[in-house]
C-alpha cells in the first residue's frame, strides 16, 4: 500500500507513512526481518519525497545491506535511484562558492555512480519508468558538468527518448494501461 501512494501522486506520498510504520512494526513483532530492507528503502523514498535528502540517504544506507541479500532487484535498484536522487538535492542545496565548488562536483559524481548502479539492476527487471528517469537525469547531469562528456550526455539522451517511445507504444497497444 505504501509504494502505491507513493507512486499515485506527490500530494498522497504521506499517506504512504501508515503502511510503511506497520510493516515494520510487525517485521519486529513477527521477526521478519526479509522485509525489513525494502520497507526501510519505501520508508527512504518517502522521507525523500518529504524534501528530507540526509534523512532519506541515512535510511537508504541503513536498508541496503539486507536488500543486497537478496531482496528484489526492483527495490535494490530503486534504493540506488533515490541515493541519486538525494545526493542531487543535497547538490541543490550547495551555493556557489570556491571550497563549494569540490562538493558541488564530488556530489554529482556520486549521483552519476549510483545511478549508473541503479541502471545495470533496473535493467535486470526491465523497469522502463525507472530506466527512463536514470537516462532523463544522466542526460541532464553530463550537460551541467563543467567539462561535460558530450558523448556520455548524447547516449543518455538517445536511450531516454528511445525508451520513452517504447513506454508510449506500449501503452497505445495496452489501451493506455502500462504494464
Known amino acids: ?5 507513493l507512486l499515485s501522486s506527490n500530494e498522497y506520498s504521506l499517506h504512504a507513512l501508515g503502511p ?12 521478519i526481518y526479509s522485509i525489513k530492507g525494502p520497507a526501510l528503502s519505501v520508508l527512504g523514498r518517502l522521507f525523500l519525497e518529504m524534501n528530507e535528502p540526509h534523512l532519506s540517504l541515512s535510511t537508504l544506507r541503513a ?4 536488500l543486497l541479500k537478496g531482496d528484489h532487484v526492483w527495490f535494490q535498484g530503486h534504493a540506488f535511484l533515490n541515493m541519486a536522487k538525494c545526493h542531487l538535492s543535497l547538490v541543490k542545496q550547495v551555493s556557489s562558492g570556491s571550497k563549494k565548488e569540490s562538493k558541488l562536483k564530488r556530489g554529482v559524481c556520486t549521483a552519476l555512480k549510483y545511478l549508473k548502479r541503479a541502471k545495470s539492476i533496473l535493467g535486470t527487471c ?3 519508468k525507472g530506466l527512463r528517469e536514470i537516462y532523463y537525469l544522466q542526460a541532464r547531469l553530463y550537460a551541467s558538468m563543467p567539462s561535460f562528456d558530450e558523448l556520455a550526455r548524447n547516449q543518455a539522451a538517445q ?9 508510449a507504444k506500449q501503452s497505445c497497444t495496452t489501451g493506455g494501461v502500462m504494464q
Open 1 to 5: 500500500r505504501a509504494i502505491l501512494h
Open 63 to 66: 536498508a541496503l545491506p539486507a
Open 126 to 128: 526491465h523497469d522502463a
Open 20 to 31: 510503511i510504520i506497520e510493516c515494520l512494526s510487525l517485521c519486529e513483532q513477527l521477526h
Open 159 to 167: 536511450n531516454f527518448v528511445a525508451i520513452s517511445r517504447h513506454m
